[in-house]
Structure formats: C-alpha cells, structure tokens
C-alpha cells in the first residue's frame, strides 16, 4: 500500500550503490522508507520481490522522473 493508502501492483525493485531500495509499481516508482523496510525485507526473503542493481544516475531515465522537476521550466 502506497503512502496515498492506494493499493499498489509490484512491477519491480531496485539497490541503488548506497543500499538505498527502490520499487517500481502500477502507481509510480520511489523509494523505500525505512519505515517499510521490514515489510520490504519479508518480501525479498519470501522471494515475491527480487532487486536487481542499478546506479542511481540511471534510475530517473529508466523510469520517467525528474529528481527536480521545477529545473525542466
């Protein structure tokens, strides 16, 4: 469940070179709070979620985003 208290459909998740988690989802992709990291944690150990790796440079083009987007005006 998303931080809107929508429900979301996993797609993907991702290790940033930090260790930061991210996932992917029908709603949007960001990151893991550490909040959630427990819950995230169940979830790769139960294999329901495999992260791959990515650069975190590469994660905004991969996915769509501006890490700030009020720069594109």
Partial sequence: MGHTGQAAQYRS???DEHGRLF????????VVHTLD???AADAVE???WSPGESRFAAL????GYRLKPAAAR
Wanted: no cysteine; glycine share 10%.
């Fill in 46 to 48: 139960a294999a329901q």
């Fill in 23 to 30: 996932i992917d989802t029908d709603l949007g992709f960001g």
């Fill in 37 to 39: 990291m427990e819950t």
């Fill in 13 to 15: 998740a991702w290790v």
């Fill in 60 to 63: 905004p083009q991969r996915f």
